[in-house]
């Protein structure tokens, strides 16, 4: 059993950058991939970045590719979301997800057990 928690959310400018963390209990989160979602009000979930239990393998939706960053830290248990130029369209509640899986990257919402409770991301123009 792994239980997340997400932090680093808030408002921000366009333009502006936000490092989203999300923390997992238990010791074996290097065995886990991790992704981060979003949704957005009146919108469906979305996948948004993903990486591998190992953190060298990684994999972005297009809208967020050259400007976010997903990485992770086993000896901290903790994965993060770096965010860049953001934009008002990136404004959403992101949660993080994990997984036990060792391999690739895990992109699709059902492939994941477990989930943080989200955190507010807002950009304002």
């Known amino acids: 059993q792994v239980q997340l928690v997400e932090s680093g959310g808030g408002l921000v400018q366009a333009g502006g950058s936000l490092r989203l963390s999300c923390e997992a209990s238990?010791?074996?989160?290097?065995?886990?991939?991790m992704g981060w979602f979003r949704q957005a009000p009146g919108k469906e979930r979305e996948w948004v970045a993903a990486i591998n239990w190992s953190g060298h393998t990684t994999d972005y939706t297009d809208s967020v590719k050259g400007r976010f960053t997903i990485s992770r830290d086993n000896a901290k248990n903790t994965g993060y979301l770096q965010m860049n130029s953001l934009k008002p369209e990136d404004t959403a509640v992101y949660y993080c997800?994990?997984?036990?899986?060792?391999?690739?990257?895990?992109?699709?919402?059902?492939?994941?057990?477990?989930w943080g409770q989200g955190t507010q991301v807002t950009v304002s123009s």
């Open positions: 997800a994990a997984d036990r899986r060792f391999g690739g990257v895990l992109i699709k919402d059902f492939e994941y057990h477990y």
């Open positions: 238990g010791r074996t989160f290097s065995t886990y991939a």
